[in-house]
């Protein structure tokens, strides 16, 4: 019986860890597969009320192998604790099955009574490296915490959390092996793409009216403004490849400047040198010339969007130029 939960123990580091060469070297050199057998015959003192030995030989676990757990933990199969130096687990928390657990992961009480005030994680559950959940929570079956999220809310079945606090960033997802292969979705992109979203419908709806306008414009000037709108429309097609989201949707484009065969376009990158600056402006000259009969298109890059200051000086250079 214990040394088919041994193999157990190896086979779930196996089949978690791609860099396990050989038997004797999990068996040797694997601090979480140590820590994992002095947890074992610690708690088995706990539950058998000799509190003194448990919290002795769980001192010494921790000592060797710089994981602690609680000789009160209960744990479940296959737990697996990857690299595992600075894992903290406290006494009223419970661990389900097939549990991967990485470096600097802290499962933690907030309250000072003695009741349950640590985390309960279901089965089939990946902590990443330096993730810290607190309180009496319960992360569900298949979810994913990602590295350095704090998380103090329960999270539901299948779920992805990130960030501090901790956030749902992602839906219910399917097996443990899709979910280590998974790229991690970042909400902070989520909230800026639907706020430059929104930025670009006032834009559009703000053009509009000042179209609808009644003014003494000539039609040469109508004519350019048409000519603009319709730039503005086809660089909607230009992606930035780092982002995945159009550059007049990002805010790239500050201005469309239209004068009989000549366009002038003013974009905005975080500076000049940007890697991405001469791709982007050649496909924004590529995308302009021939519309509405442009024969010739500028691109003017202007640094640093953020220092307005120094964005509204930079354009008056330009145009005086």
């Known amino acids: 019986m214990v040394f088919d939960r041994l193999r157990e123990d190896m086979r779930a580091i196996f089949s978690k860890d791609p860099a396990a060469r050989s038997t004797l070297e999990v ?6 597969l140590h820590a994992l057998w002095f947890h074992r015959r610690a708690h088995w003192l706990w539950i058998h009320d000799l509190k003194f030995w448990a919290r002795l030989v769980s001192h010494i676990g921790r000592f060797l192998t710089g994981i602690e757990i609680h000789p009160g933990a209960a744990i479940g199969r296959r737990l697996v604790i990857d690299h595992g ?3 903290v687990i406290g006494e009223t928390a419970e661990i389900g099955n097939d549990v991967l657990i990485y470096m600097g992961v802290v499962l933690g009480g907030t309250a000072l009574e003695n009741v349950k005030r640590h985390p309960t994680v279901d089965d089939d559950v990946i902590i990443g490296s330096g993730a810290t959940i607190l309180g009496p929570i319960r992360i569900g079956k298949g979810a994913k915490v990602g ?3 704090v998380v103090v809310r329960s999270v539901p079945p299948g779920a992805t959390v ?3 606090p901790g956030r749902i960033a992602g ?3 399917g097996s443990p092996e899709e979910l280590i292969e998974e790229v991690m979705p970042d909400p902070m992109l989520r909230v800026m793409s639907r706020l430059l979203d929104r930025q670009n419908q006032l834009e559009e709806r703000l053009r ?3 179209q609808a306008q009644p003014g003494p414009d000539s039609p040469v000037v109508k004519q350019n403004f048409f000519c603009e709108n319709q730039i503005r429309d086809a660089l909607k097609e230009v992606i930035d490849p780092e982002v995945g989201i159009d550059i007049v949707d990002l805010g790239l484009i500050k201005e469309i400047r239209v004068k009989g065969n000549t366009a002038e376009i003013d974009m905005v990158l975080t500076c000049k040198a940007c890697p991405l600056s001469d791709h982007l402006s050649g496909q924004v000259q590529r995308r302009a010339l021939g519309i509405g009969g442009i024969e010739v298109v500028t691109v003017n890059v202007l640094d640093e969007p ?3 200051d120094r964005f509204v000086k930079q354009r008056g ?3 005086q130029i």
């Open 306 to 308: 953020f220092n307005w």
């Open 162 to 164: 990130v960030g501090v």
């Open 171 to 173: 839906p219910e997802h």
């Open 27 to 32: 068996l040797v050199c694997y601090p979480g």
């Open 317 to 319: 250079n330009i145009r």
């Open 147 to 149: 590295a350095g999220s």
């Open 85 to 87: 130096m600075g894992v």
């Open 208 to 210: 509009t009216f000042e």
